[in-house]
């Protein structure tokens, strides 16, 4: 599911978008590349402090997209590359994926888990 580069370019800093939508309005909230955590191959864990509106979207809706970047990867065709990435989304609060990432990240209430259906290469 994920690339090479995509996981060269987890390993530069960078801004994460999440979009989320219900009502019609979409939401976007953002993170970080280095609190993004891959498990069982095309879940992803992120940390959540705030994250209220994301959670309802995603309540209501659990189709998510998130954008991924670093200016810092070569991409097809000048220094910079990104990445789309579509799924579905769940917050969770217990269980095995949340005591990994409460250890990790002490600030969090929830994990925001992503099953990623698609990870395409933007630029």
Same mark, same amino acid.
């Given at each position: 599911?994920?690339?090479?580069?995509?996981?060269?370019?987890?390993?530069?800093?960078?801004?994460?978008?999440?979009?989320?939508?219900?009502?019609?309005?979409?939401?976007?909230?953002?993170?970080?590349?280095?609190?993004?955590?891959?498990?069982?191959?095309?879940?992803?864990?992120?940390?959540?402090?705030? =994250?209220?509106?994301?959670?309802?979207?995603?309540?209501?809706?659990?189709?998510?997209?998130?954008?991924? @970047?670093?200016?810092?990867?070569?991409?097809?065709?000048? =220094?910079?590359? @990104?990445?789309?990435?579509?799924?579905?989304?769940?917050?969770?609060?217990?269980?095995?994926?949340?005591?990994?990432?409460?250890?990790?990240?002490?600030?969090?209430?929830?994990?925001?888990?992503?099953?990623?259906?698609?990870?395409?290469?933007?630029?």
């Amino acid at each position: 599911m994920f690339t090479e580069k995509f996981f060269e370019v987890l390993n530069h800093e960078g801004v994460v978008s999440i979009v989320t939508c219900s009502n019609n309005e979409a939401h976007v909230s953002n993170t970080w590349n280095s609190y993004l955590v891959i498990v069982e191959g095309n879940k992803i864990l992120i940390p959540a402090a705030a =994250m209220l509106k994301t959670e309802d979207n995603v309540n209501a809706n659990p189709k998510v997209k998130l954008t991924i @970047g670093s200016k810092e990867v070569m991409g097809n065709n000048y =220094m910079g590359t @990104g990445f789309l990435l579509e799924g579905t989304a769940k917050f969770l609060k217990d269980g095995d994926h949340f005591k990994m990432m409460r250890e990790k990240y002490s600030f969090l209430t929830r994990v925001l888990e992503v099953t990623v259906t698609s990870c395409k290469q933007t630029l």
